[in-house]
């Protein structure tokens, strides 16, 4: 490639096309890995509860049974709510490099074009962690269901004690809020790094 204006604006042009497709997987990576998560934990919560009724009804204790399926389940959610963190990521480093190639051209005022509307054009931009953000919900999902899968493992091992249903209700929130937490520091660690760094760990 020369080193001329035509060859660098293909290359950009190439880039932004291919980068905006990056965004769109990742957007998308996430909504399937709440579905996934979603109908893995329904078929864990159906399998599970199963197991402990017919324990109960037959008198055969399957209760281990049940807690080994409950905590396949938690592990599995733990990976699918890494896994959306990481995904959250990518989309916001792509995001940003996309919001840094379109101040580029804007600064230039191509055909005098101004952006009136303001679109986005802050590479600071969108942060790691937004509140409002529907991928951000999405995981939050995630971490209630996780919290669901403990907060039964709790009841099925805790059974024969008859615990109060506030204690169960207690570790619900208890774990969500500690999933919530380590996510919201996970990704607000990533705010002033680059791309290498925010994904790696590396200097």
Not at 109 to 118: I, V
Not at 139 to 149: E, Y
Request: glycine share 8%; hydrophobic share 45%.
């Amino acid at each position: 490639m020369s080193n001329g204006g035509t060859g660098g604006e293909t290359f950009l042009e190439r880039d932004f096309n291919q980068c905006f497709d990056q965004i769109r997987h990742y957007d998308g990576q996430i909504w399937d890995i709440c579905k996934f998560t979603f109908t893995g934990f329904a078929a864990i919560i159906g399998v599970s509860i199963g197991l402990f009724q017919y324990s109960i009804e037959k008198y055969v204790n399957l209760i281990p049974a049940a807690i080994a399926v409950l905590i396949v389940g938690i592990i599995l959610g733990i990976f699918m709510l890494y896994l959306g963190l990481r995904n959250r990521v990518y989309f916001v480093i792509f995001s940003r490099y996309i919001n840094e190639h379109r101040r580029h051209f804007i600064s230039h005022k191509p055909l005098g074009f101004e952006n009136a509307t303001g679109m986005f054009a802050d590479p600071s931009k969108p942060p790691y962690f937004d509140w409002r953000s529907s991928q951000l919900w999405f995981l939050n999902v995630i971490c209630a269901l996780n919290s669901a899968l403990i907060a039964a493992l709790l009841y099925f091992y805790s059974y024969c004690y008859n615990l109060s249903w506030i204690w169960y209700l207690l570790s619900f929130f208890i774990l969500f809020a500690i999933q919530f937490y380590i996510s919201m520091r996970y990704l607000k660690s990533r705010a002033d790094k680059s791309a290498g760094p925010a994904l790696f760990g590396n200097n």
